[in-house]
């Protein structure tokens, strides 16, 4: 067999399908491996470029695949789809990944570490214990709606709302004992959550970039920990707009013919990582329209003054993560440029 330079791997769970090519970018490996097969193979095989899609496990293939000698590079699916020249296979895939990663111009997503992944692991279930929090809140208004006790917005008053209905002889017995059974899942729950955010608090603490980003306004200690663990290497970058634009929070383009028709956009990027940052910016944005915000930019109030809120809160969003890709790239530290010089009055 001709020497290969590189392969495309497609993977799943158990069949894995290969297409490498040689010098002459010539075919000359397609076969269908089962999982033990193909770590024995790439075990034996002289030291290559693999091109894997970045999904599920693929981090796992490539740390182990690198400790064989191998050059790992993983390729989002949406820039590997379109070297697809027909139909859905495997064989397809393989051979579609191949030829992508050979591109001059090709992103490729970077490799994460087993404890960059457990980081990762440790805010995932932060996100699903919230919303698990808010869902369990809201069945516990929809049922107590049912027999006409209510409560003010916010997590903070079901507790209270718990403790009316209990104290109510007019609600059945039976239907006690269930809130009941609620309530010591909803503190179960909180209980929980709290766990998980302190092990998050204490990543937070241990990190000088996180601890850095965090002095960011509209940046918290959840926000800089997301850009640390979910932000691909900052190095990447060429810009600080191509980062905001890779979190999706860049217009789309529609421009042709020298008309330039930005739309809405793009919502790319991590969705979690995206919405954090919104969130802390309509938060400043908040203190800013109540007055709160002593030090606003004149770029933010007037922005304010012509645009939506909303829209104000995403570019503002796009602005927080130019500044943290610069503060990623130089290890700075934040510097508040928006105090207004004190001018002397003439006596």
């Not at 496990?57 to 590079?73: I, M, P």
């Not at 008053?157 to 006690?176: F, G, Q, V, Y």
């Amino acid at each position: 067999m001709d020497k290969i330079i590189r392969i495309g791997m497609d993977t799943s769970k158990h069949v894995f399908q290969l297409h490498g090519v040689n010098a002459a970018e010539q075919p000359v490996l397609r076969k269908k491996m089962r999982r033990k097969e193909m770590v024995d193979f790439f075990a034996k095989l002289p030291p290559t470029v693999i091109a894997i899609e970045a999904c599920g496990a693929s981090h796992h293939w490539a740390r182990l695949l690198e400790g064989f000698g191998h050059e790992v590079k993983l390729i989002a699916p949406q820039l590997a789809k379109p070297y697809v020249k027909r139909g859905k296979n495997d064989a397809a895939d393989a051979e579609a990944l191949c030829e992508a990663m050979s591109r001059p111009t090709m992103r490729f997503v970077p490799v994460k570490s087993a404890e960059q992944q457990a980081a990762l692991m440790l805010v995932g279930m932060r996100e699903r214990a919230v919303a698990a929090r808010t869902q369990l809140a809201n069945t516990i208004r929809g049922y107590a709606a049912e027999f006409g006790v209510t409560a003010a917005q916010g997590l903070c008053h079901i507790p209270r709302l718990l403790d009316r209905i209990m104290a109510d002889e007019t609600i059945p017995a039976l239907a006690r004992d269930l809130f009941a059974s609620l309530a010591a899942e909803f503190a179960q729950m909180k209980e929980r959550l709290k766990e998980i955010e302190a092990k998050l608090m204490a990543w937070y603490r241990s990190d000088e970039c996180c601890r850095r980003l965090a002095t960011i306004p509209g940046v918290g200690p959840i926000g800089a920990v997301l850009l640390v663990m979910k932000a691909p290497a900052p190095e990447q970058f060429t810009s600080g707009r191509q980062f905001a634009a890779w979190m999706g929070l860049t217009p789309r383009d529609h421009s042709t013919a020298g008309k330039v028709r930005p739309g809405v956009i793009t919502r790319a990027g991590d969705e979690m990582l995206r919405k954090t940052l919104v969130v802390g910016a309509t938060s400043l944005l908040r203190q800013v329209r109540a007055g709160r915000g002593s030090n606003a930019s004149p770029w933010l109030t007037d922005l304010l003054r012509r645009k939506p809120p909303k829209l104000v809160a995403v570019a503002l969003a796009n602005k927080i993560a130019r500044i943290a890709w610069k503060m990623m790239i130089s290890g700075e530290a934040y510097k508040n440029t928006n105090a207004r010089p004190v001018v002397a009055c003439a006596a």
